[in-house]
């Protein structure tokens, strides 16, 4: 069965552009953001891999690592690397995994036989410090990610496993949230003291409470 939300992120142990990497270890206490490509020296692939590389510093702000996968192999991605750096300005700064023989592609599910018996989606996995699956998106290989997405939902994810809020449609950081339904207005009082707007029973808003 494909991996879903709560699940235990699989480890494994794979060679990367970065030397071997034992999947947990190399997370540690961090977020972890998983992501596949179908293919290296393919034009969509080489945008998003310069993109993730130009916003490393926004997802290490965010405590988070990232980590890229096709079923290229490792010397594959070190041949294209220049490429990416040539096309989008940006140097690969994190570790890309050669996966020749599906292995990681196969524990997350990432090759879809009716899409491609042999390439992998654009699969995003974000992986909590616990090691748990805290989102999974899938794109087709014809339509690239939009990470600024990605880095919102690390904003909301982290935000609401600290609080007891939920965050509504389109929210960016520092925008109000939503209170959570099972806290009555009494206890939002106490817990939320920059107050709420009650625009329905169940719909509360309050300033985003970290800020
Ligand atoms: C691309 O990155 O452009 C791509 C890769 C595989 C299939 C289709 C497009």
Same mark, same amino acid.
């Given at each position: 069965?494909?991996?879903?939300? %709560?699940?235990?992120?699989?480890?494994?142990?794979?060679?990367?552009?970065?030397?071997?990497? @034992?999947? @947990?270890?190399?997370?540690?206490?961090?977020? %972890?953001?998983?992501?596949? @490509?179908? &293919?290296?020296?393919?034009? =969509?692939?080489?945008?998003? !891999? %310069?993109?993730?590389?130009?916003?490393?510093?926004?997802?290490? *702000?965010?405590?988070? &690592?990232?980590?890229?996968?096709?079923?290229?192999?490792?010397?594959?991605?070190? #041949?294209?690397?220049?490429?990416?750096?040539?096309?989008?300005?940006?140097? !690969?700064?994190?570790?890309?995994?050669?996966?020749?023989?599906?292995?990681?592609?196969? !524990?997350?599910?990432?090759? @879809?036989?009716?899409?491609?018996?042999?390439?992998?989606? /654009?699969?995003?996995?974000?992986?909590?410090?616990?090691?748990?699956? *805290?989102?999974?998106?899938?794109?087709?290989?014809?339509?690239? /990610?939009?990470?600024?997405?990605?880095? #919102?939902?690390?904003?909301?994810?982290?935000?609401?496993?600290?609080?007891?809020?939920?965050?509504?449609?389109?929210?960016?950081?520092?925008?109000?949230?939503?209170?959570?339904?099972?806290?009555?207005?009494?206890?939002?009082?106490? &817990?939320?003291?920059?107050?709420? *707007? *009650? =625009?329905?029973?169940? !719909? /509360?808003?309050?300033?985003?409470?970290?800020?």
């Amino acid at each position: 069965m494909a991996l879903q939300l %709560g699940d235990t992120a699989p480890d494994f142990t794979a060679d990367t552009t970065e030397g071997t990497i @034992h999947f @947990h270890e190399w997370l540690g206490d961090s977020w %972890g953001v998983l992501f596949s @490509h179908p &293919k290296d020296f393919t034009p =969509v692939c080489t945008t998003e !891999l %310069g993109e993730v590389a130009r916003l490393k510093d926004e997802f290490a *702000k965010r405590n988070a &690592k990232v980590i890229g996968l096709s079923v290229d192999s490792v010397e594959s991605h070190d #041949r294209w690397k220049q490429d990416i750096e040539d096309a989008t300005g940006n140097k !690969l700064n994190y570790p890309l995994i050669g996966d020749e023989e599906h292995k990681v592609a196969d !524990l997350y599910g990432m090759i @879809h036989p009716n899409a491609s018996d042999t390439l992998t989606v /654009r699969s995003v996995f974000i992986i909590g410090p616990d090691k748990k699956v *805290k989102l999974t998106i899938t794109y087709p290989a014809s339509t690239g /990610r939009n990470f600024a997405e990605i880095l #919102r939902v690390l904003d909301s994810l982290q935000l609401t496993s600290d609080y007891q809020v939920s965050t509504p449609v389109n929210w960016n950081d520092g925008e109000d949230v939503i209170i959570a339904p099972a806290i009555d207005d009494e206890s939002a009082k106490e &817990k939320f003291p920059k107050g709420f *707007k *009650k =625009v329905k029973s169940y !719909l /509360r808003f309050t300033p985003q409470p970290n800020r």
